[in-house]
Structure formats: structure tokens, C-alpha cells
């Protein structure tokens, strides 16, 4: 099983950017599908997920309206758009997936429960 992310790099406030992550090692059904950041001596934050009960999407209140979380089962990717770039935006960004649990529909910052992970990209915004 492996989760590993593309399209981090340096960005500018006010501009877009477009994260993905591939997986492979499983089937893409039921699964929960999420997006996580961290800074340095900051908590991960939970950015986006998507639940594969509904589908249902959810955001972080810092990125609500500005980025878009969709999915690609066919290619087994999904994808973080980000738009309106800010510096506060900055940060290590991990894609995480969890099979038949409940994880998205309780939220978007519930990271513990995911169990496999990407390495990471990451995410710079100049001022």
C-alpha cells in the first residue's frame, strides 16, 4: 500500500496550486480520502477529506471556499486544489486514506484515524 504525493513547490499569494496523490496497493472503494497539513512546532491540521459513505466533502474553516478536494477512482488518485493561495498556507501537505471507516464523516481534523499515509510535499507561498 503506498500514497505518495506531487505538485508542492513554491506558489504566490493570491495564486493556485494543485496538489495530487496517487495510491496504490488497494482497492479505491470505500475509502476515506483526506488531505492534512503541518507546520513546524504547529498541530497537523485537517484541510479536506471525502467520505465513502456520501461523498460527502468537508474543509477546514481556514481553507473553506479557497480549496477543493476531489477524486479520480479510475486512476486510483485524488487531488487538492488550492486557489487564493496565503502565506499562512504554507506547510508540509499529507494525502492519508483509511478503507471501510469511519473517519471524514466525523470531521476533518480526526488524522488518528487514518491508517496509511504519503511522505508528504511540500507548500510554499511567497508574500
Known amino acids: 500500500v503506498q500514497l505518495v504525493e506531487s505538485g508542492g513547490g513554491l506558489g504566490q499569494t493570491g495564486g493556485s496550486m494543485k496538489l495530487s496523490c496517487t495510491t496504490s496497493?488497494?482497492?479505491?472503494?470505500?475509502?476515506?480520502i483526506a488531505w492534512f497539513r503541518q507546520v513546524p512546532a504547529k498541530d497537523r491540521e485537517g484541510v479536506a477529506c471525502?467520505?465513502?459513505?456520501?461523498?460527502?466533502?468537508n474543509y477546514g474553516d481556514s481553507v473553506r471556499g479557497r480549496f477543493i478536494m476531489s477524486s479520480d477512482k479510475e486512476k486510483k488518485m485524488f487531488y487538492l486544489q488550492m486557489n487564493s493561495l496565503k502565506p499562512d498556507d504554507k506547510g508540509k501537505y499529507y494525502c492519508?486514506?483509511?478503507?471501510?471507516?469511519?473517519?471524514?464523516?466525523?470531521?476533518?481534523?480526526?488524522?488518528?484515524?487514518?491508517?496509511?499515509w504519503g511522505q508528504g510535499t511540500q507548500v510554499t507561498v511567497s508574500s
Open positions: 492519508a486514506a483509511v478503507k471501510s471507516r469511519v473517519a471524514c464523516e466525523l470531521g476533518v481534523d480526526f488524522g488518528n484515524e487514518y491508517y496509511y
Open positions: 471525502i467520505s465513502h459513505m456520501d461523498g460527502r466533502r
Open positions: 496497493g488497494f482497492s479505491f472503494d470505500d475509502l476515506d
